[in-house]
T-cell receptor, first 114, second 112 residues
Framework: KAGVTQTPRYLIKTRGQQVTLSCSPI?????VSWYQQTPGQGLQFLFE???????NKGNFPGRFSGRQFSNSRSEMNVSTLELGDSALYLC?????????????FGQGTRLTVV | GDSVTQMEGPVTLSEEAFLTINCTYT??????LFWYVQYPGEGLQLLLK?????DKGSNKGFEATYRKETTSFHLEKGSVQVSDSAVYFC???????????FGSGTQLTVLP
């Protein structure tokens, strides 16, 4: 069974640009969550999508947005990039229904803003 | 709000030593508790979990018991290996919110 796939693995962008990251969840999983990991702030929750709807949102500015497609694949977009957006962005996949019991993570996308 | 406090690292042990990484939490209701491991350059791997009080999660020789009375979920392993060197994260999920709240992580280095 394939795991969670994130693309690309690495990205370098310039301040002011925008970026789109992609995540394909485990087959049968309908919930996709996104997290930002930085040395200073650790792991922080960005948002969760289920059945193409944002169901939960963390405390990030509106420059961070996402969407989910009918096949459960998700994309995350960051507009007007800032140096502080440099981070490892992790996607997590879970069933999304019933009690939350576990989430499986992809390998992440390493974003560097210069 | 929910929070997780982990033992400060880094932790350096010799091979075959006993490992304990402390984790305590604050949460409303009855959260589910998790340990994740992150190897260099990789994402997070679920190591073990416990969904109710007194449950013991175990995997690959690692164990943790959900202690509601002390709000703790300490990770233990009887004999660590060099291959266990990684960063370990304690996390919780509570209520209807399908999000994980993570501790700050503990870097473990095991020397041969």
């Amino acid at each position: 069974k394939a795991g969670v796939t994130q693309t690309p693995r690495y990205l370098i962008k310039t301040r002011g640009q925008q970026v789109t990251l992609s995540c394909s969840p485990i087959s049968g999983h309908r919930s996709v969550s996104w997290y930002q990991q930085t040395p200073g702030q650790g792991l922080q929750f960005l948002f969760e999508y289920f059945s193409e709807t944002q169901r939960n949102k963390g405390n990030f500015p509106g420059r961070f947005s996402g969407r989910q497609f009918s096949n459960s694949r998700s994309e995350m977009n960051v507009s007007t990039l800032e140096l502080g957006d440099s981070a490892l962005y992790l996607c997590a996949s879970s069933r999304g229904e019933g009690p939350f019991t576990e989430a499986f993570f992809g390998q992440g996308t390493r974003l560097t803003v210069v | 709000g929910d929070s997780v406090t982990q033992m400060e690292g880094p932790v350096t042990l010799s091979e075959e030593a006993f490992l304990t990484i402390n984790c305590t939490y604050t949460a409303t209701g009855y959260p589910s508790l998790f340990w994740y491991v992150q190897y260099p350059g990789e994402g997070l791997q679920l190591l073990l979990k416990a969904t109710k009080a007194d449950d013991k999660g175990s995997n690959k020789g690692f164990e943790a018991t959900y202690r509601k009375e002390t709000t703790s979920f300490h990770l233990e392993k009887g004999s660590v290996q060099v291959s266990d060197s990684a960063v370990y994260f304690c996390a919780l999920a509570s209520g209807s919110a399908r999000q994980l709240t993570f501790g700050s992580g503990t870097q473990l280095t095991v020397l041969p």
